[in-house]
């Protein structure tokens, strides 16, 4: 939550000045990308801890025993789902700072000292790197599991 919490207030926040970058910024152009692209990888790791928040509430399966807790496990799983949801906010929010960062006029601006975000930006652009994906899986497991616990008997 704490991480969530300062990540969010990151994208909140004004740029600092290029001379506190984490690459060398010599021009506008550059400084454009970089914005683009810290953007893309803030909200990435937004994406990631979403993806670990809802997994804390994520039941991913519906044992017989588990019946007297079926009001609370629903409850998990609706939390669950926010968090899964607000995961793919943040991943479509990435996607569309990546298609930013990969604009025909960055081709040949490479950012050395942030070369792993320059990594996400082509990764995220040719398919290989696809929270999409993940999350979807995610949801449509998390349905499957709902449908067991509604369709369960309380038992005491």
Known sequence: MENIYWLEQ????????????????????QWEKY????????N???????LFLGNKWNKRNAYFYNAPWKDQNLESLKTAETCFRTALYYWDEAVSWAEKAN????????????????????????????????????????????????????YY
Do not use: C, S
């Open 44 to 50: 990435i790791k937004l994406t990631e801890q979403y």
């Open 103 to 154: 604009e025909r006029r960055f081709r040949w601006i490479n950012l050395q000292k942030v070369q792993f975000w320059e990594d996400e930006a082509f990764r995220t652009e040719n398919g290989k790197l696809d929270y999409a994906k993940t999350i979807k899986r995610e949801l449509d497991l998390l349905q499957k599991v709902r449908e067991k616990f509604e369709a369960m008997e309380h």
């Open 35 to 42: 914005r683009y692209l810290f953007n893309m990888h803030i």
């Open 10 to 29: 990151a994208m909140k926040a004004d740029f600092a000045n290029p001379l506190y970058a984490l690459a060398l910024i010599e021009n506008e152009i």
